[in-house]
Each structure stands twice: as structure tokens, then as C-alpha cells.
T-cell receptor
Framework: TQLLEQSPQFLSIQEGENLTVYCNSSSVFSSLQWYRQEPGEGPVLLVT?????EVKKLKRLTFQFGDARKDSSLHITAAQPGDTGLYLCAGNQAGTALIFGKGTTLSVSS | KAGVTQTPRYLIKTRGQQVTLSCSPI?????VSWYQQTPGQGLQFLFE???????NKGNFPGRFSGRQFSNSRSEMNVSTLELGDSALYLC????????????FGQGTRLTVV
């Protein structure tokens, strides 16, 4: 059973479109991180959200942590080809290692 | 400051052989975690070391082992390699603390033939 479910699994869009990626769980997390990974490289941390209901913005990317700290979303406005990659969410529970979702593969074409 | 360094980047081994992968964490980071990444299973946690002690362990067979040295560098070993062990092995280092944000190396691509 996957503790963190990400959807959609694959997303292919045109440059300029908006998109939202979801990360859901039945478990509560003390914090949740979003990473982006490019082929042949390790994941790179984008943001950490800690407080239920928290919203963080990173340029065209908006991250939200659910009120109950069980889910999160990543919204990209006006996607660009440089946004292409694998987006991973990872949850942290006290005393355990980071738990990763399987990721959303995003392809943005010009 | 230097990031997480993993060596080697690529490795080809034959079934039945063993392999050792190395990871040097970011200076000052005392926690090192290892993950296996495959297209079907995503990122799966292998184990975490902190101050030379294994603190957490994932659900992998005993053929997968690791250790951490006093300078926080870590190695993982896989014995009796199987074809299914082909994967990208990622090492992540982090500071001690509640947030446990992970900083990853570029990974070692292991191919078992």
C-alpha cells in the first residue's frame, strides 16, 4: 500500500497552460516536501510545508498543505518547457524516514 | 558548499556479484539515507544512518546493507546481485531536526546483467 498517492501519474501539456498535481494520504504528516527530478539526476527540494492550510509560492509554483496535514497540491501557472520533470511529494512523520509518492511526470511542449 | 557526492555514477555488474556504493554527505549533515528508484516502484527507502548507527530500515532483504563512518560518509552494499536490483540508487543527507529536508546526490545507476 502506497502511503502517499500522487495524481495524475503523467501529464502532457502545452506551454502556457496551468496545471495542478495532487498528493494524498490517509495519514497525518508533520511536514511535507515537494521535489523535482530531471532524468539522470537526483531530486531537488522545491519547498517544505509545515502548517495545516499553509500556502507557499515559488515564482509560478504554488504549494498548499491541507488543513488536516494529510494532503498537498502543487499548482503551476503558465507552464514552460523548463518545468518538465518528475515531481515528487514526500512526507515526514516523527521518528521515520521521508516517505515518497511515486511522482507525477510532467511534460511541457512549446 | 559542496553537495552530496555519490560514486560511482554508473556501474554494470553480473548476477551473483556484489557491489559497494559510496556517498559523501553535505558538510555538517549527520544523517544519510539511501533510496532505490525504479520506474515501477518509485523511490523506496532502504535505510538511514545517523552518527554511525542505523536509525531506520526499509523493507528490503538482508542482501542490502550499509554503514556510516565517523566522518558521516556512508556506503551501501548489495550482495548476490539479482537482475531486479537494477535501479538508480540515491543517497540523501540531512541535518538533524523535525523537518528532515533531504538533499540528494546524483545517484548511482546500477545495471545487473
Amino acid at each position: 500500500t502506497q502511503l502517499l498517492e500522487q495524481s495524475p501519474q503523467f501529464l502532457s501539456i502545452q506551454e502556457g497552460e496551468n496545471l495542478t498535481v495532487y498528493c494524498n494520504s490517509s495519514s497525518v504528516f508533520s511536514s511535507l516536501q515537494w521535489y523535482r527530478q530531471e532524468p539522470g539526476e537526483g531530486p531537488v527540494l522545491l519547498v517544505t510545508v509545515v502548517t495545516g492550510g499553509e500556502v507557499k509560492k515559488l515564482k509560478r509554483l504554488t504549494f498548499q498543505f491541507g488543513d488536516a496535514r494529510k494532503d498537498s497540491s502543487l499548482h503551476i501557472t503558465a507552464a514552460q518547457p523548463g518545468d518538465t520533470g518528475l515531481y515528487l511529494c514526500a512526507g515526514n512523520q516523527a521518528g521515520t524516514a521521508l516517505i515518497f509518492g511515486k511522482g507525477t511526470t510532467l511534460s511541457v511542449s512549446s | 558548499k559542496a553537495g552530496v557526492t555519490q560514486t560511482p555514477r554508473y556501474l554494470i555488474k553480473t548476477r551473483g556479484q556484489q557491489v559497494t556504493l559510496s556517498c559523501s554527505p553535505i558538510s555538517g549533515h549527520r544523517s544519510v539515507s539511501w533510496y532505490q528508484q525504479t520506474p515501477g516502484q518509485g523511490l523506496q527507502f532502504l535505510f538511514e544512518y545517523f552518527s554511525e548507527t542505523q536509525r531506520n530500515k526499509g523493507n528490503f532483504p538482508g542482501r542490502f546493507s550499509g554503514r556510516q563512518f565517523s566522518n558521516s560518509r556512508s556506503e551501501m552494499n548489495v550482495s548476490t546481485l539479482e537482475l531486479g536490483d537494477s535501479a538508480l540508487y540515491l543517497c540523501a543527507s540531512s541535518l538533524v531536526g523535525a523537518l528532515t529536508e533531504a538533499f540528494f546526490g546524483q545517484g548511482t545507476r546500477l545495471t545487473v546483467v
